[in-house]
């Protein structure tokens, strides 16, 4: 085989195993993690769908909701599967429960429109934090 002919199929076939698998929105996640930011820091989601957060950062990251700024009726939703923020919370400083593996994903479905506010723990003061919008199409 010619140099740049290997070159080329070389070339080609990274680009297409690599096809996918950074940008938001795609197919694989929904919202990604930087070093300290949800992107994007906002989304629209319908009701009944799931969303997909994928740890795009090489950084242990949190998907937490606030309590008592998700809609009355709505479930709570935590990464590590907690019933409470305080719970979340607990686990986290302990032995850093509710952490997301870098590359790895964490889903929640939405069944009460609104707009459910969250937060990464360990970045909080950072300002990491988000909102999905659940709109009732």
């Keep these: 085989m010619e140099r740049r ?3 080329a199929t070389l070339g080609a076939g990274t680009l297409a195993g690599l096809a996918g698998c950074t940008a ?3 197919a694989e996640y929904d919202i990604g993690m930087t070093a300290n930011g949800f992107t994007p820091e ?4 319908s009701v009944g769908e799931t969303v997909v957060w994928r740890n795009t950062s090489s ?5 937490t909701a606030y309590e008592n700024a998700i809609p009355d009726g709505a479930d709570y939703f935590a990464s590590g599967g907690y019933e409470s923020e305080e719970a979340a919370r607990d686990s986290w400083h302990r032995d850093l429960g509710g952490n997301i593996d870098v590359q790895s994903t964490y ?3 939405f069944e009460v429109p609104g707009e459910y506010n969250y937060v990464c723990i360990p970045h909080e003061r950072g300002g990491m934090v988000g ?3 659940v709109t009732d199409d």
């Design 5 to 7: 002919t290997y070159l």
């Design 59 to 63: 950084r242990a990251h949190t998907v």
């Design 107 to 109: 889903r929640s479905t």
């Design 24 to 26: 938001f929105g795609d």
């Design 42 to 45: 906002t989304y629209e989601a």
């Design 131 to 133: 909102v999905v919008v």
